[in-house]
C-alpha cells in the first residue's frame, strides 16, 4: 500500500513536471511567434518610412517640376524639418488601423479598404495640421499639393509593398501553367472567382481557363471573371474540352449536387478529370484532391433526391412503441434513426448480429432507445422480447441479401427469410401489434434467384396473412439497391478506386433501380401509413442505372478519368444475377403519395400457404439444398391464377385448395 502511495505519488509529481515543462514550452513558442511578428512588423515599417520618405521627395519635385531653378533650397530645408511627423502620424494611424500584423500573401479587398482608410486619414489629418500652422501665421512647411501628391504616392508605395506577393503570384503561377492541370470552372459565382484567383505553385496545382455559366441566361461572348473569359453553357463542356485541351472540369456553385450529375452525364465520353468544391474557404491551403468535396451519394443517382411530407407518420409513431428488426443494418439503423425523430415511445432495436447493435446503441444517446440481442429464427426469444415491449408498429428488416451467397446456401435464406418473416408475423399477432411493415426487393418480382424467391415467399405471407383483416395490419415494401449499404456495389467500387482498381462489372448492360438508405426509409415509413392490409407497395425510384455507368460516374467524381486512371474489368455474370430488375410483372396502382405505388401479384391463401411452409421445413429437416431451392423457387415463381396447391417436392401443380382461399391479381400485363 505505502509502495502504491509512493508511486502515485512520483506519478503525480513526474505529471506535474510534464504539465510544467510543457506550459514552458508552449510559453516558449508563444514569445518567439510573438517577437518573430514583432520583427516583420517593425521590417515592414521601416520600410514604408523609406516609401514615405521617397514619396515626399517626388511630390515636392513634381510641384516645381515646371520651375526653371528646380526645388528651391528653402523647400527642402522645411521638408526635411518636416519629415519625421509625417513618419509618425502615417506609420501610427497605420498601427491605429490594424495594417500591421497581416500575412499579406492571402490579402484580400478588406485589406486594401483598411489601408486606404488609414493613408487617407493621415492625410486628412496631416491637412488639418497645415491649415492650423498657417493660420498661426508661420510659413507653411511644404505646400499643399506636395501633402496631396504625398500622401497618394504613399498610399500606392505602401499597397504595392503589400500587395506585391498577391500581385507577382497570379503572374508566377500562369508562369508554372505547364506543369498544371488546365480547368474549366463550372460556375460564375463568388466561389467560382475566387478559385480562380487562388493560385499556388504546390504540385497538383491547376490552371484555370476559363468558366461556364450554369444557368440558361445568354453568355456575353465579351464576360470576364477575374480576368478569364466566360466561355459559355455548361452544356457546351465537351466542345471546349477538347477545344481548349482541358485536363479538369472543376464545379465551384453552391448546387454542386445536382450540376455534378449533369457534368458527369455531358463528361462521360471525353478523357478529362471531375471536381467539386465544397467551401472555396477549405482550398486556402495546398491544392490537392482530397481538397474537394467527398463524393456523396445523391450524386450517384441520375435524378433528384425524393422528398417525401411525413406528417401522417408523426402522427403514427408519436407516442407509441416501435420495434425495428435487423436495427443494425443499413436499412434497419436508418429507420431507427428516423423514427426517434417522431417522439416514439420507445424504440425497440432487435439484431442478432451484437456488434452492429452495440455500434447502433453508441450511435444515438436517447434514452428511449431499447437494445435486444435476439435472432429472428428463434421463437421462444422473439416471443420474450415482443412479450416485454408489446411493440404496436414493427418494421421487420432483417433479412439475408446477398444473391450469390444465397445461392449457394438456400436453407439459410428459408431459415431467415421464410421462416424468421412467419415467426416476426405470428409473434406480433400474438402480442397485438397494430402496423407491421416488411422490406422486400425488387429481386422478388418473377423471381430467378434463391434470395428473391425467398423475399417474394415472404411477401406471400404478408398477403396470406392478412385474410380476415385481423391485427397486425400487414404490408411490404418493394425498393431495389439500396446506395452505400453494407455490402452493396457502391461500397465496393468505393474501396477498389481507393485501391488503384480495377473496379469490376460483371456485365456491361446489367442494370439496377436505385435509391439513397434516407430516401428508401422515408417511403418504407410512408407506405406504414398507407396501409390497408395485405398491400406489397412498390416504390418509385426513376429510371434504372447501368452497373457500368455508376462505376463510370463514381470514377469521375473521385476526381479520375476511366479507362486511364482505373481501369474497369468486366467479370461476368454471377449465379442468380439478371441483366434487369423489374419493379413489378402486375399492375401498378397509384396511392396517396406519387412515390409509391401497388402492386397486386397472385398469392396462395392461408391453407396453400400453410402446404408450401409445411413442405419447405420438411425439407430444411432433409439438409438437401437443391431440394431446398427447387421448391423455394418453384413456390415463389408460381402463377397463383387458380385455386391450386402447389407439390412443391417438383414445381407441378397435384392438388385444389378451398377456392376462397387462393387469390391472384385482377390482370396481367
Not at 467560382?192 to 444557368?215: E, K, M, N, W, Y
Not at 426509409?521 to 416504390?539: H, I, M, R, T
Request: hydrophobic share 45%; with cysteine; glycine share 10%.
Amino acid at each position: 500500500m505505502v509502495v502504491g502511495l509512493i508511486e502515485g505519488e512520483e506519478r503525480e509529481v513526474g505529471a506535474n513536471t510534464i504539465r510544467r515543462a510543457d506550459t514552458g514550452a508552449s510559453l516558449g513558442v508563444s514569445i518567439a511567434r510573438t517577437a518573430a511578428s514583432v520583427r516583420a512588423d517593425l521590417s515592414l515599417a521601416l520600410i514604408e518610412a523609406v516609401i514615405i520618405v521617397f514619396a515626399y521627395v517626388a511630390a515636392l519635385s513634381v510641384r516645381f517640376l515646371d520651375s526653371a531653378g528646380g526645388v528651391p533650397t528653402g523647400w527642402w530645408t522645411r521638408l526635411v524639418f518636416v519629415l519625421p511627423i509625417l513618419l509618425i502620424v502615417h506609420i501610427g494611424i497605420n498601427a491605429l488601423f490594424g495594417n500591421y500584423g497581416h500575412v499579406w500573401k492571402y490579402a484580400s479587398i478588406d485589406e486594401a479598404v483598411r489601408l486606404f482608410a488609414g493613408t487617407m486619414t493621415a492625410g486628412l489629418l496631416l491637412g488639418a495640421g497645415l491649415i492650423a500652422w498657417r493660420l498661426t501665421g508661420g510659413d507653411s512647411p511644404i505646400p499643399v499639393s506636395v501633402l496631396v501628391i504625398g500622401v497618394l504616392l504613399t498610399f500606392g508605395g505602401m499597397g504595392a509593398l503589400r500587395f506585391w506577393s498577391r500581385l507577382f503570384s497570379y503572374r508566377r503561377y500562369g508562369e508554372v501553367s505547364g506543369l498544371a492541370d488546365r480547368a474549366l470552372v463550372v460556375g460564375v459565382g463568388e466561389d467560382a472567382v475566387r478559385l480562380a484567383r487562388h493560385r499556388t505553385q504546390a504540385q497538383g496545382a491547376i490552371c484555370v481557363v476559363g468558366f461556364l455559366d450554369p444557368s440558361a441566361k445568354p453568355v456575353d461572348p465579351r464576360r470576364k471573371l477575374a480576368g478569364l473569359q466566360v466561355f459559355g453553357h455548361v452544356d457546351e463542356v465537351a466542345e471546349l474540352v477538347e477545344r481548349l485541351d482541358i485536363d479538369q472540369v472543376v464545379i465551384a456553385t453552391e448546387d454542386a449536387g445536382t450540376l455534378s450529375r449533369r457534368v458527369v452525364d455531358l463528361c462521360m465520353e471525353i478523357d478529362v478529370r471531375l471536381r467539386i468544391v465544397p467551401n472555396i474557404d477549405s482550398l486556402l491551403g495546398e491544392y490537392e484532391t482530397e481538397d474537394m468535396r467527398d463524393l456523396t451519394l445523391t450524386d450517384l443517382l441520375p435524378r433528384e433526391p425524393v422528398h417525401t411530407d411525413l406528417g401522417a407518420v408523426e402522427h403514427l409513431i408519436a407516442d407509441h412503441v416501435v420495434l425495428v428488426t435487423g436495427a443494425g443494418g443499413s436499412i434497419g439503423s436508418e429507420l431507427v434513426r428516423q423514427i426517434l425523430s417522431f417522439g416514439p415511445a420507445k424504440v425497440v432495436a432487435l439484431d442478432h448480429d451484437e456488434t452492429l447493435l452495440h455500434d447502433a446503441s453508441l450511435a444515438s444517446h436517447d434514452a428511449r432507445l431499447v437494445t435486444e440481442l435476439a435472432d429472428i429464427r428463434d421463437r421462444a426469444r422473439m416471443r420474450s422480447v415482443f412479450e416485454s415491449h408489446r411493440p404496436q408498429l414493427v418494421f421487420h428488416a432483417a433479412a439475408h441479401k446477398h444473391v450469390p451467397i444465397l445461392e449457394e446456401c438456400p436453407s439459410e435464406a428459408v431459415k431467415t427469410n421464410v421462416v424468421g418473416t412467419e415467426t416476426v408475423i405470428g409473434v406480433a399477432r400474438l402480442v397485438g401489434t397494430e402496423h407491421l411493415v416488411v422490406i422486400s426487393t425488387d429481386k422478388a418480382v418473377d423471381p430467378s434467384n434463391v434470395m428473391g424467391a425467398s423475399k417474394r415467399v415472404a411477401e406471400m405471407l404478408v398477403q396470406a396473412g392478412s385474410e380476415g383483416g385481423d391485427k397486425p395490419r400487414m404490408c411490404a415494401v418493394r425498393f431495389g439497391n439500396v446506395l452505400g449499404s453494407r455490402g452493396s456495389v457502391v461500397p465496393t467500387f468505393t474501396r477498389q478506386i481507393k485501391a488503384g482498381g480495377p473496379v469490376t462489372v460483371s456485365h456491361p448492360d446489367m442494370e439496377r433501380y436505385f435509391m439513397t438508405v434516407a430516401e428508401a426509409v422515408e417511403l418504407v415509413l410512408q407506405a406504414a401509413v398507407l396501409s390497408n392490409g395485405g398491400e406489397v407497395f412498390v416504390l418509385d425510384m426513376g429510371r434504372p442505372v447501368r452497373i457500368l455507368d455508376l462505376a463510370n460516374r463514381m470514377i469521375r467524381l473521385a476526381g479520375l478519368v476511366p479507362g486511364k486512371d482505373i481501369a474497369i474489368d468486366i467479370t461476368g455474370q454471377r449465379p442468380g444475377e439478371r441483366l434487369a430488375e423489374r419493379l413489378s410483372i402486375d399492375p401498378l396502382e397509384q396511392t396517396g403519395h406519387e412515390k409509391v405505388l401497388v402492386a397486386q401479384p397472385s398469392y396462395p391463401g392461408p391453407t396453400s400457404m400453410m402446404v408450401g411452409l409445411d413442405r419447405l421445413r420438411q425439407s430444411l429437416e432433409n439438409g438437401d439444398e437443391s431440394e431446398i431451392r427447387e421448391q423455394l423457387l418453384g413456390m415463389a415463381s408460381a402463377s397463383w391464377t387458380g385455386v391450386k396447391v402447389l407439390d412443391l417436392r417438383d414445381g407441378l401443380v397435384v392438388g385444389l385448395a378451398p377456392s376462397s382461399g387462393d387469390h391472384s391479381a385482377q390482370s396481367s400485363n
